[in-house]
């Protein structure tokens, strides 16, 4: 069971959402709208799939994570560096 799954409806609400944002802003640049204002928007679903990475995140390491770490010290140690290279990789984008 993914770590995700108690909060699965919340996340793909929150993904649709960011969804209609982009198929917004992709509207905004069809229509030829003021490049601040496009960048506004970006930087709006670029918070909103931040949000969603750092629940994503933060429900790896409480579940998937700890219930490793309780299987043995080796597969507890491969989760967190599961998560650690996730984490950097978020970082770099």
């Given at each position: 069971?993914?770590?995700?799954?108690?909060?699965?409806?919340?996340?793909?609400?929150?993904?649709?959402?960011?969804?209609?944002?982009?198929?917004?802003?992709?509207?905004?640049?069809?229509?030829?709208?003021?490049?601040?204002?496009?960048?506004?928007?970006?930087?709006?679903?670029?918070?909103a799939l931040q949000a969603?990475?750092?629940?994503?995140?933060?429900?790896?390491?409480?579940?998937?994570?700890?219930?490793?770490?309780?299987?043995?010290?080796?597969?507890?140690?491969?989760?967190?560096?599961?998560?650690?290279?996730?984490?950097?990789?978020?970082?770099?984008?």
């Amino acid at each position: 069971m993914a770590g995700y799954s108690g909060s699965k409806d919340d996340y793909l609400k929150r993904l649709r959402r960011v969804e209609g944002q982009v198929r917004g802003i992709a509207r905004m640049v069809d229509e030829d709208v003021y490049c601040i204002d496009i960048l506004t928007q970006v930087a709006a679903v670029t918070k909103a799939l931040q949000a969603v990475s750092l629940g994503l995140v933060e429900d790896h390491l409480g579940h998937c994570v700890v219930d490793a770490a309780r299987e043995s010290h080796e597969a507890g140690d491969l989760k967190v560096r599961e998560a650690a290279d996730a984490i950097a990789r978020l970082v770099r984008s």
